[in-house]
């Protein structure tokens, strides 16, 4: 798996999609990649800051303290408040970033098909073009999305909560550990195993849309009444095909989201139970045990928010491929380098025409 896994990431590095990618960072988007970073770090601190501030105020000498709460709670209010109005900053920046980098993409496809050589161009039927710029296009600029607003924010706050719980009880840290990695490797494994059915799914879509395509191009052949039956049966097999390929990738997604989830309740009543067992060997105070429940119980929130960003992504990469294999097709002339005029027609001469009828 970690081997595919390699040659997969060499292959997206030295893909021509890539390199068209790497072409877009400017300064102006680097400022707000820099921006983008900023407010998440921001969020990170600021959700970390208001459990730590709960902790220390009202767990003191392993015992219950209420005398500040009146004080607290709503200092405890605004620091949370800072860290949900960090979390629409970046929001708003990563959206930027997107439409930036979405708007640059479909340039480039628009550029690319522009430039194909007669030949090139005419190998691919128009729907084609139409799953490039529409299907493709859309599911990498989720992919990016999903990246931006959903791995990476709530992946990075669940590593950081992690080192939290570290600071308030190490055995629990520990324990949790290792439930936290068991579920992180169903995850990679569920992963591994969706990507078969989103292929299967992409390419039925594909298949739907050509048959649509031909339909409406015979629609004239059909109400004459030639290929009916032929154009009936193509379609419905398509149909059939796609819905099928759909409700597997549905399925799948499901089973293994219930599957994840039973890993996670696993590791929830792992550490409740363990720990009121070392709670009453000594080894916790109920104060740690209890705000040690609540940490994982915001970690556990994290988590859950994954699997759908993860699943976006997946398909952004199945998408990413095919995009890539477009990128490659021949081209007469490259739009972004060379200058391209093409001759205006004014006006049309028409010499010598003769039109006769065979008796």
């Known amino acids: 798996m970690i081997g595919t896994s390699k040659i997969k990431i060499k292959q997206l590095k030295g893909s021509a999609f890539y390199n068209t990618l790497k072409g877009y960072f400017n300064k102006n988007l680097k400022r707000k990649l820099f921006w983008s970073l900023f407010f998440a770090s921001a969020r990170i601190v600021f959700s970390l800051a208001w459990p730590y501030l709960l902790y220390k105020e009202l767990f003191k000498n392993e015992q219950i303290q209420t005398d500040n709460i009146v004080i607290l709670i709503p200092v405890v209010l605004v620091i949370f408040a800072f860290a949900q109005w960090f979390t629409f900053r970046q929001a708003v920046i990563n959206t930027r970033i997107n439409d930036y980098l979405s708007l640059r ?38 992919g990016i999305k999903a990246v931006l607003e959903n791995i990476l924010p709530y992946l990075f706050l669940s590593i950081a909560m992690l080192f939290f719980l570290f600071y308030i009880s190490p055995p629990i840290f520990l324990l949790y550990l290792g439930g936290f990695l068991i579920t992180a490797l169903f995850q990679l494994y569920s992963n591994v195993k969706m990507q078969s059915v989103i292929r299967a799914f992409h390419e039925a879509w594909r298949g739907q849309s050509t048959n649509v395509g031909i339909s409406v191009d015979k629609y004239d052949l059909i109400r004459m009444g030639r290929g009916y039956g032929e154009s009936y049966e193509k379609f419905s097999k398509s149909s059939e ?7 597997t990738m549905i399925i799948t997604q499901a089973r293994w989201k219930i599957i994840i989830q039973i890993v996670i309740q696993i590791t929830r009543l792992a550490v409740l139970f363990v720990g009121i067992y070392w709670v009453k060997t000594g080894l916790l105070s109920w104060g740690e045990f209890f705000f040690t429940i609540f940490v994982i119980g915001i970690i556990q929130t994290n988590l859950t928010q994954l699997p759908n960003g993860i699943n976006q992504l997946l ?16 081209s007469e002339f490259n739009v972004e380098k060379d200058k391209i005029e093409f001759d205006s027609i004014d006006s049309i001469d028409i010499k010598s025409m003769d039109f006769s009828y065979r008796g």
């Open 105 to 142: 993409i479909t340039t480039n496809f628009w550029h690319k098909m522009v430039s194909l050589e007669w030949l090139s161009f005419k190998s691919k039927s128009r729907e084609y073009y139409f799953n490039i710029f529409l299907v493709d296009f859309w599911r990498i600029r989720l």
């Open 241 to 247: 095909q796609f819905l099928n390929t759909n409700s």
């Open 315 to 330: 398909e952004a990469l199945e998408s990413f491929g095919r995009i890539n294999s477009y990128l490659k097709l021949d």
